[in-house]
């Protein structure tokens, strides 16, 4: 089991910037990928950013290429969501999701354990 801890949402004006984090407890020490997803109100989640267990590979959706960074700290038992110029689109509660299985894929089906999500909102 891997508890993973959401944190780092909040309101923000469109063009700022939000950090999100992710701790993980548990069987922290098996592999796995960790992805970010979220989901706005009346739509499905959406997958964001994933990287794998070591963080050199990462896939985000054409939607934030070049405005969010996904990044982990294993010693720390971390993962970050760096937001740059947050639009009001990106409004929706944010999740970090955790993959034993390292397939890194968008679907939300395949990842076996998730955080309680950080609301995040974009005013214009």
Do not use: H
């Amino acid at each position: 089991q891997v508890q993973l801890v959401e944190s780092g949402g909040g309101l923000v004006q469109v063009g700022g910037s939000l950090r999100l984090s992710c701790v993980a407890s548990g069987r922290t020490g098996n592999n796995y990928a960790l992805g970010w997803f979220r989901q706005a109100p009346g739509k499905e989640r959406e997958f964001v950013a994933v990287n794998n267990w070591s963080g050199t590979v990462t896939y985000y959706v054409e939607s934030v290429k070049g405005r969010f960074t996904i990044s982990r700290n294993n010693a720390k038992n971390t993962a970050y969501l760096q937001m740059n110029s947050l639009k009001p689109e990106d409004t929706a509660v944010y999740y970090c999701a955790a993959d034993p299985s390292n397939l890194m894929t968008r679907s939300p089906r395949n990842y076996a354990y998730w955080g309680q999500g950080t609301q995040v909102t974009v005013s214009s």
